[in-house]
T-cell receptor, first 110, second 112 residues
Framework: EPEVTQTPSHQVTQMGQEVILRCVPI?????FYWYRQILGQKVEFLVS????????KSEIFDDQFSVERPDGSNFTLKIRSTKLEDSAMYFC????????FGPGTRLTVT | GENVEQHPSTLSVQEGDSAVIKCTYS??????FPWYKQELGKGPQLIID?????GEKKDQRIAVTLNKTAKHFSLHITETQPEDSAVYFC???????????FGGGTRVLVKP
C-alpha cells in the first residue's frame, strides 16, 4: 500500500540554524501539505501546495518558512532561522480530498 | 476561521464496550469530515470520513454520524479491542481549499 514517507524522523538543531524537512508523497497525488503539532496541542495546518505553487497558507507560515518540490518525488519544508517555538512534530500529507499523513519529523530546537 | 472542538479528551472503556467521540465545528460551509487514528510514534492514519451530503457511514466496527444542522459529528467504535487504543482526531474541511482543521484529540484506552 503506498504511503507518505518523511526524513529525518528526528532533527535537533540550534536556534537560528536552517533546517530542511523532507517528504515523499504518494506517487500519483498532486496536492501536498505540511502540518505541525506542538506537544500537547492540536495538529495545525501550515501550507498546501498544488501545481508547483502554494495554494493556501496559514498565519504560522511566515517568511521564515518555504516549500519546494525540487524534483518529481520530493516535497520539502525549509525553516530559514529556527526559533525555540518551532519545536514540534511536522507532518507531511498528500491527497486532494482524503489526506494521507506521513510518520512525521520531530524537530527539536535548542 | 473554522474551529473544531472534540470531547472527551480521554476515554477509558472495557474491551467489548462501545466508544463514542464527539466533535463540533463552527463553519457551516464545511463539507468533509475525516477521522484519524494516531498510534504512538506514528503519523495520523485516516480511518473513516464523511461528506456533508451523507448523514451516516459505517465501516465494520466504526461508524461516523453527521448532523449538519447542529454542526456536530461523532465517531462510534463498537466491540472495542485493545488495538483500538490510540489517540483519535476529528477534522473538518471548509468549502474553499483543502485545509483541514483538527480537533484536540481523544486518547482512548481499551482495558482488557
Amino acid at each position: 500500500e503506498p504511503e507518505v514517507t518523511q526524513t529525518p524522523s528526528h532533527q535537533v538543531t540550534q536556534m537560528g540554524q536552517e533546517v530542511i524537512l523532507r517528504c515523499v508523497p504518494i506517487s500519483n497525488h498532486l496536492y501536498f501539505y505540511w502540518y505541525r503539532q506542538i506537544l500537547g496541542q492540536k495538529v495545525e495546518f501550515l501550507v498546501s501546495f498544488y501545481n508547483n505553487e502554494i495554494s493556501e497558507k496559514s498565519e504560522i507560515f511566515d517568511d521564515q518558512f518555504s516549500v519546494e518540490r525540487p524534483d518529481g518525488s520530493n516535497f520539502t519544508l525549509k525553516i530559514r532561522s529556527t526559533k525555540l517555538e518551532d519545536s514540534a512534530m511536522y507532518f507531511c500529507a498528500s491527497g486532494e480530498v482524503e489526506q494521507y499523513f506521513g510518520p512525521g519529523t520531530r524537530l527539536t530546537v535548542t | 476561521g473554522e474551529n473544531v472542538e472534540q470531547h472527551p479528551s480521554t476515554l477509558s472503556v472495557q474491551e467489548g464496550d462501545s466508544a463514542v467521540i464527539k466533535c463540533t465545528y463552527s463553519d457551516s460551509a464545511s463539507n468533509y469530515f475525516p477521522w484519524y487514528k494516531q498510534e504512538l510514534g506514528k503519523g495520523p492514519q485516516l480511518i473513516i470520513d464523511i461528506r456533508s451530503n451523507v448523514g451516516e457511514k459505517k465501516d465494520q466496527r466504526i461508524a461516523v454520524t453527521l448532523n449538519k444542522t447542529a454542526k456536530h459529528f461523532s465517531l462510534h467504535i463498537t466491540e472495542t479491542q485493545p488495538e483500538d487504543s490510540a489517540v483519535y482526531f476529528c477534522a473538518a474541511r471548509g468549502a474553499a481549499g483543502n485545509k483541514l482543521t483538527f480537533g484536540g484529540g481523544t486518547r482512548v484506552l481499551v482495558k482488557p
